[in-house]
């Protein structure tokens, strides 16, 4: 694959190191990024070629990455001129389809794809959805390019970006808080406060990775713990009692329904 990405922060380097360890030569990658800051540490990690603006390698590449913040995506287009035939694959939060398209004069061959952060660790997990002008051999392209720093679902509607979003793209924020919470709890019971952490956190480590190994679902997984009478039960009781399935849903619902309204505002011309 000869790949460009315009911007060649974070997410960016992580998916370069992603796609170099699965064998994507880095000489074949061009990087549009503004940073000098950014350029020097990229280009000290792999020998891929940066510029500051479109160049011919960049015109080269059949599949263009847009890794920018939402708030510099629509200027950062307009100094592209064009997209050219090429599958362009935003990861950029929020900003939908339509703008995208109008803001790259009418193209259409495009992937939204929203990553988390464990992708920074090759742990991630992105919701992607094409347009219908995205051949299957272009889907299978983005899929490789997100698939090297972890797991790809596709979805078929992009207004389920936003419900992605706010179930994992937000979700470790909402993990890293039960971790927090755990540890606390623990500790007001006289645990001291490294090992509070330190218990929450393999707790965590330990049960995700039991519940992605495992045949059976979480739910059977908790009720195998969850003996009569027991400890277990007495901690799901109160979970119950304070109504906290239906407060967590009520707080994703929140997430999703500010992405939609972050979207329509980094997504006005
Ligand atoms: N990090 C994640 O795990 C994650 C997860 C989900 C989605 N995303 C999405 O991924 C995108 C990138 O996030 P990030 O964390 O990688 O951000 P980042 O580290 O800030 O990287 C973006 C880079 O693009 C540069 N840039 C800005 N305008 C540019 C332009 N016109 N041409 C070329 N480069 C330009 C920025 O330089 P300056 O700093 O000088 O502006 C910066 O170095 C965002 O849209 C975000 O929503 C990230």
Redesign the pocket.
């Known amino acids: 694959m000869k790949i460009a990405f315009?911007?060649?922060?974070?997410?960016?380097?992580?998916l370069i190191g992603g796609l170099v360890a699965k064998g994507q030569d880095a000489r074949k990658i061009a990087v549009?990024?503004?940073?000098p800051s950014?350029r020097e540490k990229l280009g000290a990690r792999f020998p891929v070629h940066i510029s500051?603006a479109p160049d011919a390698a960049v015109q080269g590449a059949d599949t263009l990455v847009?890794?920018?913040?939402?708030q510099?995506?629509r200027?950062?287009l307009a100094?592209l001129g064009g997209a050219r035939g090429k599958l362009v694959i935003?990861?950029?939060?929020?900003?939908g389809l339509a703008s995208l398209s109008r803001w790259l004069g009418g193209h259409r061959k495009l992937v939204r794809a929203?990553?988390?952060?464990?992708?920074?660790i090759g742990a991630?997990i992105s919701g992607l959805f094409s347009l219908p002008e995205v051949s299957a051999e272009e889907k299978k392209r983005a899929e490789t390019i997100l698939g090297a720093v972890g797991e790809v679902v596709w979805l078929a509607d992009e207004k389920l970006l936003d419900p992605v979003t706010a179930v994992s793209?937000s979700g470790p924020a909402y993990v890293f808080w039960f971790i927090e919470q755990l540890a606390a709890s623990g500790e007001k019971l006289g645990i001291p406060k490294q090992d509070a952490m330190k218990l929450a956190l393999h707790t965590v480590l330990g049960a995700a990775r039991l519940a992605s190994s495992s045949k059976d679902s979480p739910a059977d997984l908790r009720r195998q713990v969850t003996s009569a009478g027991g400890t277990t039960e007495a901690a799901l009781k109160v979970f119950d009692e304070e109504k906290l399935a239906e407060r967590f849903a009520r707080a994703v619902a929140a997430a999703s329904r500010r992405g939609g309204e972050l979207g329509e505002e980094f997504g006005k011309d």
Do not use: F, Q, R, Y
């Open positions: 315009l911007g060649g922060g974070n997410l960016a380097t992580a549009i990024e503004l940073s950014a500051t847009l890794a920018v913040k939402p510099d995506m200027k950062a100094s935003s990861v950029a939060a929020g900003i929203m990553p988390n952060t464990p992708a920074l991630g793209a």
